[in-house]
C-alpha cells in the first residue's frame, strides 16, 4: 500500500472550529491519556458540550482545566434535546457531542443526532479516538479482514432468539458488548447457538487491569464458573466455519430439535432453527421429528 507523501496530515485551518456545526469527540474508554490534542481543543473551544453524563463528563473536562455550559443528552431525554441541539446549531453556534466513554454514536444516542443534523442539513464532523469494538477487534487474534459490529445483545428472549438464528452462520468475526452481570448467560447461548467457536473475551481495556483472554467458549464458561465477572466486556467470536457446523450439534435431528425447544422455542421455530443450522430443507427436519 501508498501513502501520499504530501498533504498527508492536515493542521492549521482544519481544525478552527467552525460554527453551527456538530463535533463528534471521541473520549477515552478507560486511560485519560488517550483523549487526544485535537479533542481537547475542540472541547476547550466549542460554545457547549452535550453529554450523556453531565456528571461524569464534567469531571472529564475539569480534569483537563476545560470549563463549558453542559447539556444533558442520552437515551431518555434525546429526541427533546436532540431538537434543541439542532435549534442552536442552526442559530451559528458550534457544539461537542461526548458520550459515556469511546467514539458517539457506537451504541449510545450519538447515532440519533447525526441522523437529525443530516436531516437538517447541519454540518457535522468527527474527531476519532477511542473505540472499544476496534480495540479489542485488534487484539483478538480473530480475523480482521471482515466483522460484523453487533453491540448488545437484546435482554428480550424473542428478540435474543432471532438474532442468534441470523447469527448462526455469520462467517465474518463478531464484535459483542457486555455487561458483567450478562457475562455467563451470553457465553452459555453462544455455545448453544455458535458452538465451541474461538472466542476473545477483552476486560477493562486501556485500564490498569486490562485483560485480554483467547480462549474457547466451552472454556470461558468454565473460567467464569469459578470467577466473577468483573468490569466492562467486549466479546470477539470467531466467525462460522464448516468445522464450528459439524462439531456443534447433537447428530440426531430430534435431538436437536428438542434441544432448540428446550430453549423456548415453538415446535415450528425449532423445526426452522434446526434446518437452518444444519443447512438441509425443513421438510426433512419435519419428517425426522414425525416419523
Ligand atoms: N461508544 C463506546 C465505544 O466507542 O466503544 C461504547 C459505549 S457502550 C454504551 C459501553 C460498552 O462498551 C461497555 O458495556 C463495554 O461492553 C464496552 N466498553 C467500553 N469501554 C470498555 C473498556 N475499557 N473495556 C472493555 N469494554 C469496554
Known amino acids: 500500500m501508498s501513502y501520499p507523501k504530501k498533504n498527508m496530515y492536515t493542521t492549521g485551518e482544519k481544525n478552527a472550529i467552525v460554527g453551527g456545526t456538530l463535533y463528534l469527540v471521541a473520549t477515552p474508554i478507560g486511560n485519560l491519556a488517550d483523549l487526544s490534542e485535537r479533542a481537547l481543543k475542540v472541547l476547550s473551544e466549542v460554545d457547549f458540550v452535550a453529554?450523556?453524563?453531565?456528571?461524569?463528563?464534567?469531571?472529564?473536562?475539569?480534569?483537563?482545566?476545560?470549563?463549558?455550559?453542559l447539556i444533558s443528552y442520552f437515551e431518555h431525554n434525546k429526541r427533546e434535546r436532540g431538537g434543541i441541539i439542532a435549534d442552536r446549531l442552526e442559530k451559528g453556534e458550534s457544539c461537542a457531542l461526548i458520550t459515556d466513554a469511546g467514539t458517539p454514536a457506537i451504541s449510545d444516542p450519538g447515532e440519533d443526532i447525526v441522523r437529525l443534523c443530516a436531516e437538517r442539513g447541519i454540518p457535522v464532523t468527527s474527531i476519532p479516538g477511542a473505540c472499544a469494538a476496534i480495540t479489542a477487534l485488534t487484539l483478538s487474534g480473530l480475523a480482521t479482514g471482515r466483522f460484523t459490529f453487533e453491540g448488545f445483545l437484546s435482554g428480550n428472549k424473542t428478540d435474543r432468539r432471532e438474532r442468534f438464528a441470523e447469527l448462526a452462520e455469520e462467517r465474518r468475526t463478531m464484535i459483542f458488548y457486555e455487561a458483567p452481570h450478562h457475562l455467563r448467560q451470553t457465553l452459555a447461548d453462544f455455545l448453544t447457538h455458535f458452538g465451541d467457536r474461538k472466542i476473545t473475551l477483552c476486560r477493562e481495556l486501556t485500564k490498569l487491569n486490562e485483560e485480554v483472554f483467547r480462549t474457547t467458549v466451552s472454556q470461558a464458561i468454565e473460567e467464569y464458573k469459578t470467577r466473577d465477572p468483573r468490569g466492562e466486556y467486549v466479546l470477539v467470536v470467531e466467525g462460522f466455519t464448516a468445522l464450528s457446523g459439524v462439531q456443534d450439534y447433537p447428530e440426531d435431528i430430534a435431538e436437536h430439535v428438542a434441544a432448540f425447544e428446550a430453549e423456548g422455542m415453538s415446535r415450528m421455530e425449532a423445526i426452522k432453527a434446526c434446518a437452518k443450522k444444519r443447512g438441509v430443507p425443513k421438510s426433512v427436519v419435519y419428517d425426522a421429528v414425525n416419523k
Open 51 to 69: 453529554a450523556e453524563d453531565t456528571r461524569n463528563s464534567g469531571l472529564l473536562l475539569s480534569r483537563f482545566g476545560i470549563s463549558k455550559p
